[in-house]
């Protein structure tokens, strides 16, 4: 069992910047994957990010060179590093951990509006 916990979510200006964390239950060396995804009021929850237990990272078109995947093994924490944010980077986004298993934290609300 794996549990996820994400924070850092919140109301930011077209241009900002924010940083996620996705506190994990076990240690991330121990995961296959780890991934953010996000999902936008009635669309499909889509992948923003992600790293392997290796740290090869994948980023979507739409976010690469603004976004950055980042592990801690000492905090067990993933990071998502947000750059010169878009009104359509507004979701939930979603921390996500491969191990046998697909598990998915609770979410955590990004606004981006002026």
């Known amino acids: 069992q794996v549990e996820l916990e994400e924070s850092g979510g919140g109301l930011v200006q077209p241009g900002g910047s924010l940083k996620l964390s996705c506190a994990v239950s076990?240690?991330?060396?121990?995961?296959?994957?780890m991934g953010w995804y996000r999902q936008a009021p009635g669309k499909q929850r889509e992948l923003v990010a992600s790293?392997?237990?290796?740290?090869?990272?994948n980023y979507a078109d739409s976010v690469k060179g603004r976004f950055t995947i980042s592990g801690n093994s000492a905090k067990n924490t993933v990071y998502l590093q947000m750059n010169s944010l878009k009104p359509e980077d507004t979701a939930v986004y979603y921390c996500?951990?491969?191990?046998?298993?697909?598990?998915w934290g609770q979410g955590t609300q990004v606004t981006v509006s002026s």
């Open positions: 076990v240690s991330i060396t121990s995961i296959a994957v």
């Open positions: 996500n951990a491969y191990r046998y298993f697909d598990y």
């Open positions: 790293i392997t237990h290796e740290g090869n990272t």
